[in-house]
């Protein structure tokens, strides 16, 4: 009976209708709400290193006011929302379920597959999302010149016509090796706290936690996964659309780490910084304190019972 329990432990579960929908929903609220303001606040600090966060504000508002912060939601950050839920769902359950039939333990299983799903977003479908929305942030340097930035299937369309495929998914290393660390870090991370914080208040192994222990334990895994904001200024400056004579052409992730500290040092590479980990802490409270609420919504709404952890 032994050697039967560990492989019904480790059976896979059928990925349903009603988790792809749930993860869909609350990234779209997520983004549509205050995560969108601050991944624009964020690629701006990232575009333009000598601002400190109040003149990056004021750079997006003169933007276009409320709008401004806005930049890039319609439609690449909703089709990225709607779509990364599902990839990392089917992609992370499957390699966690391959590294726990090998041998690994619950943390090293859930590392391995937040890495796995993170590489699998970034080639299949936040590549060209993040890059068109670098682009549509950056691009109104543009029109601060006089010239009238073009609409953003127009910008789509002239960078798929010169540069092709690679084009538009320009940066999507970069991208890859964020998502797969910062994936990592934060199913690892918030693993970590969910056992300190069962060892302080006394839990066994695999009781549920509380909502508030459960924020606690998401928002620090988020938070401390911003130590990568390196790599996300590599990508926004691979993915800028800034015009700079002294920038390297053909950039790749090391001549743009090069460009970067060589120009702003250190301090360069960690820009945006605090708007990234603001809005891990906004994923967080949308993921977990709304997690509850959306999950009986998806329920009445499919009669289905909702498996997928948030």
């Not at 682009?135 to 299937?153: L, M, N, Q, R």
Request: hydrophobic residues 40%; aromatic residues 8%.
């Amino acid at each position: 009976m032994s050697a039967v329990q560990p492989s019904a432990k480790l059976e896979k579960k059928p990925v349903k209708f009603s988790n792809l929908l749930l993860g869909a929903g609350l990234n779209m609220f997520e983004v549509t709400t205050l995560g969108q303001p601050l991944e624009v606040v964020k690629t701006t600090m990232a575009a333009n290193r000598g601002d400190s966060f109040a003149s990056a504000l004021t750079r997006v508002w003169s933007r276009g006011g409320i709008l401004g912060y806005y930049q890039g939601l319609i439609p690449w950050a909703w089709i990225e929302a709607s779509t990364k839920g599902a990839v990392l769902l089917f992609v992370a359950s499957e390699a966690e379920f391959y590294a726990r039939s090998f041998g690994a333990n619950d943390f090293v299983g859930g590392i391995s597959g937040g890495m796995a799903g993170g590489v699998a977003q970034a080639y299949a479908t936040m590549g060209f999302c993040t890059c068109m929305k670098t682009v549509e942030i950056t691009k109104h340097k543009i029109a601060a010149k006089g010239v009238k930035p073009p609409g953003t299937f127009e910008t789509f369309m002239d960078i798929y016509r010169r540069e092709g495929i690679r084009g538009i998914n320009k940066g999507v290393n970069a991208v890859a090796i964020r998502q797969t660390t910062n994936w990592g870090s934060r199913f690892g991370l918030s693993r970590l706290a969910e056992q300190g914080i069962r060892r302080a208040t006394g839990k066994e192994e695999g009781q549920k936690l509380g909502s508030m222990e459960k924020v606690l334990a998401s928002g620090l895994g988020g938070g401390l996964s911003a130590w990568n904001q390196p790599i996300e200024v590599i990508r926004v400056e691979m993915q800028s659309k800034t015009e700079d004579a002294k920038r390297p052409k053909n950039l790749t992730v090391g001549k743009t780490f090069n460009y970067i500290y060589s120009n702003n040092g250190i301090k360069g590479l960690y820009r945006g910084v605090t708007p990234r980990i603001g809005l891990g802490v906004w994923q967080t409270i949308c993921m977990v304190a709304f997690g509850d609420m959306a999950k009986e919504a998806v329920e009445k709404m499919t009669g289905e019972k909702v498996t997928a952890k948030h």
